[in-house]
């Protein structure tokens, strides 16, 4: 390795180092007040632009954190980082709004150890996101006075991860995916109360709610890639991960609005770092896909969670539902070789993505339906502009829910290069 692809390195790793401590989360939605959040299953912004594809699939320069066996095909140097904006129109039978919120959707770096054989990486991703605020206002019973609730929520879970791909056999590879899971919620619930004018009545209150976690996940994936001929395949992939009981501690005290977040101040102390933890089920997926190596691939995959078992912190139940995600995505390439046309080296891709949320409220499940489309764009030698746009709608306004008409965008760069771990033959 130079010494310029050395100090390239040092400096990128200088920026993961930086950018973890900055890690913003950035889900927006009314429903991730519910459990320990809304998770992303949908992988990184390649994944994303074709429905969350992933476990079936990937190439030598785009990282695959959805099936750590498939990263065997990461035959080159890559970094990865993509920023997210969410922009959500809410609205019930009587009102709407418009909401959005986005930040830094992850950064991860591949390294091949042996080239096609043996590849390890490490990584920072958002595992679930909490962002929402509701306002309620209600008649008080056999009085002239209103209530006022604003219930606020933002955090939830991210990862540090390393995971390791290698060929186990021809054509087939294991993985393995280790999380140091951390992250905190914060949930606050204010009251007012108010006359007639809505004018503020009495002393408000507030109750506040923080709690840290930090815990370990493992991941274990297999890919199997079958030669149809012509440069033709279909491939084969499945995941498992574990999550369990996450352990955290829990701060909750109610006092007068502004007052509840500050332990000292006036108050009652509910809960004073009390240690707990919270069950998170584990997640199943397959997939399989068609390719014809260099030009197309179109797959198949679902992803499934059992949240009847999740349990909130000291086993509270979450009164939560079977979650799985169905995806149907692809990708093409004109001229993966064209010398002379960026336009023909682009990757296009697309793909459908359905969701049963674990959620049901009112007897009624929720759902996530979205359409998603994307390109990597080659800017560099082999490093690429990765996009991913995603239109969907998450809900309904049935029953006094919530319809979420909502549209996604991640922007990534992925820059590679496959000569860091090539002894050259000229300097």
């Given at each position: 390795?130079?010494?310029?692809?050395?100090?390239?390195?040092?400096?990128?790793?200088g920026?993961f180092?930086?950018?973890?401590?900055?890690?913003?989360?950035s889900?927006?939605?009314?429903?991730?007040?519910?459990?320990?959040?809304?998770?992303?299953?949908?992988?990184?912004?390649q994944?994303?632009?074709?429905g969350?594809?992933?476990?079936?699939?990937?190439?030598?320069?785009?990282?695959?954190?959805?099936?750590?066996?498939?990263?065997?095909?990461?035959?080159?140097?890559?970094?990865?980082?993509?920023l997210?904006?969410?922009n959500?129109?809410?609205?019930?039978?009587?009102?709407?709004?418009?909401?959005?919120?986005g930040?830094l959707s992850?950064?991860?770096m591949?390294f091949?150890?042996?080239?096609?054989?043996?590849?390890?990486?490490?990584?920072?991703?958002?595992?679930?996101g909490?962002?929402?605020?509701?306002?309620?206002?209600?008649?008080v019973?056999?009085?002239?006075?209103?209530?006022?609730?604003?219930?606020?929520?933002?955090?939830?879970?991210?990862?540090?991860?390393?995971?390791?791909?290698?060929?186990?056999?021809?054509?087939?590879?294991?993985?393995?995916?280790?999380?140091?899971?951390?992250?905190?919620?914060?949930?606050?619930?204010?009251?007012?109360?108010?006359?007639?004018?809505?004018?503020?009545?009495?002393?408000?209150?507030?109750?506040?709610?923080r709690?840290?976690?930090?815990?370990?996940?493992?991941?274990?994936?297999?890919?199997?890639?079958m030669?149809?001929?012509?440069?033709?395949?279909?491939?084969f992939?499945?995941?498992?991960?574990?999550?369990?009981?996450?352990?955290?501690?829990?701060?909750?005290?109610?006092a007068?609005?502004?007052?509840?977040s500050?332990?000292?101040?006036?108050?009652?102390?509910?809960?004073?770092?009390?240690?707990?933890?919270?069950?998170?089920?584990?997640?199943?997926?397959?997939g399989?896909?068609?390719?014809?190596?260099?030009?197309?691939?179109?797959?198949?995959?679902?992803?499934?969670?059992?949240?009847?078992?999740?349990?909130?912190?000291?086993?509270?139940?979450?009164?939560l539902?079977e979650?799985?995600?169905?995806?149907?995505?692809?990708?093409?390439?004109?001229d993966?070789?064209s010398?002379?046309?960026m336009?023909?080296?682009?990757?296009?891709?697309?793909?459908?993505e359905?969701?049963?949320?674990?959620?049901?409220?009112?007897?009624?499940?929720?759902?996530?339906?979205?359409?998603?489309?994307?390109?990597?764009?080659?800017?560099?030698?082999?490093?690429?502009?990765?996009?991913?746009v995603?239109?969907?709608?998450?809900?309904?306004?049935?029953?006094?829910l919530?319809?979420?008409?909502?549209?996604?965008?991640?922007?990534?760069?992925?820059?590679?290069?496959?000569?860091?771990f090539?002894k050259?033959?000229?300097?």
């Open positions: 390795m130079s010494v310029y692809h050395r100090r390239i390195l040092a400096a990128l790793f920026c180092v930086s950018i973890s401590s900055s890690f913003a989360q889900t927006t939605s009314t429903y991730s007040s519910l459990g320990i959040g809304k998770f992303n299953n949908s992988g990184f912004t994944n994303k632009a074709m969350g594809q992933g476990i079936s699939w990937g190439n030598s320069f785009s990282i695959n954190h959805v099936n750590p066996a498939v990263s065997v095909k990461n035959s080159a140097f890559n970094f990865q980082a993509a997210n904006y969410v959500v129109q809410a609205a019930t039978e009587e009102s709407s709004e418009e909401i959005d919120g930040g992850y950064v991860a591949s091949p150890i042996v080239p096609r054989r043996w590849t390890a990486g490490l990584g920072l991703n958002q595992v679930t909490v962002d929402y605020n509701l306002t309620v206002t209600a008649p019973a056999n009085s002239d006075l209103f209530s006022q609730n604003t219930i606020e929520g933002r955090g939830g879970l991210s990862e540090v991860y390393l995971q390791t791909g290698f060929l186990i056999m021809k054509n087939l590879s294991l993985g393995v995916h280790g999380s140091y899971l951390f992250g905190s919620t914060i949930r606050t619930n204010q009251l007012v109360l108010m006359d007639e004018d809505f004018q503020g009545v009495g002393i408000s209150s507030e109750l506040f709610e709690t840290n976690f930090s815990d370990v996940s493992v991941k274990g994936g297999i890919y199997y890639m030669p149809l001929g012509q440069q033709k395949v279909l491939n992939g499945a995941t498992y991960q574990v999550f369990g009981d996450v352990r955290g501690k829990e701060f909750a005290k109610m007068e609005i502004g007052q509840a500050i332990p000292n101040s006036p108050g009652d102390v509910l809960s004073d770092d009390v240690e707990g933890s919270i069950f998170i089920p584990n997640r199943l997926g397959f399989v896909s068609y390719e014809k190596i260099d030009k197309f691939v179109i797959g198949l995959e679902m992803q499934h969670q059992d949240f009847r078992e999740y349990r909130g912190f000291n086993g509270l139940e979450g009164n539902d979650s799985f995600k169905l995806s149907l995505g692809g990708q093409y390439t004109p993966a070789f010398m002379e046309s336009f023909q080296r682009t990757r296009f891709r697309a793909g459908l359905y969701e049963r949320l674990p959620f049901v409220l009112n007897n009624t499940q929720v759902n996530d339906l979205g359409i998603n489309f994307g390109a990597s764009i080659p800017v560099h030698t082999l490093s690429l502009l990765n996009l991913a995603k239109v969907g709608t998450r809900g309904t306004t049935d029953n006094g919530v319809r979420e008409n909502y549209f996604k965008v991640s922007l990534g760069v992925s820059i590679n290069d496959n000569s860091w090539y050259k033959v000229f300097e």
